[in-house]
């Protein structure tokens, strides 16, 4: 960050959070349908309707944890989808010396009060959360990743699945498959 946050006056960043609201509103989900087409291997109506089963099925799927964070993006909570990931690059860390300075990285940028992406648990959970992060170890962050996991496959998740992006993305792979069908026949 330039100089940091709070050097700026309030309006500026008022300003800034009202730019960043018009430009999110112009994701377009026929461009995640493009990128979807540019990657290897290709995601199938199969995979796709496999989301349905299960959130811990959506987030073990490339294509699927690329569409839902794309989803969260356009619904302005993709702060969610990225501590559950930075907790899961956190507890993979190998090297004890790392895991202070991710640790706190982790802790400064969605936990802390003045979060640039804070994410909501609650005071209970973010206390022990911060007692944890004095002595890192690879679990310090398990109490908190599962309250936003919990939080994103009740809310969240059900909501995709709603989604017109979701339902767009099964219609456009299952015109595929059957244009596919059609020409084999």
Known sequence: MCRGLASLPNTCLERAKGLK?????FL???LLCYAYKLRKPRLTLEECLRWKESFEKLLSSKHGLYAFRAFLVSEFS???IAFYLACEDYRNTKSAAKLCS???RIYNEFIGSEAPREVNIDH???DITQANVKS??????D????RIYILMEKDC???FLRSSAYRDLVSQLTKKNTKAATKKA
Not at 21 to 25: F, L, V
Not at 136 to 141: M, R
């Open 102 to 104: 991710k640790a706190q």
């Open 157 to 159: 998740y059900p909501r």
């Open 143 to 146: 109490l908190a990743q599962y």
């Open 21 to 25: 609201a018009r430009m999110s509103s």
């Open 136 to 141: 890192p170890t690879p679990t310090c962050f």
């Open 28 to 30: 377009d989900w026929r």
């Open 124 to 126: 209970e959970t973010r």
């Open 78 to 80: 993709e702060e969610n």
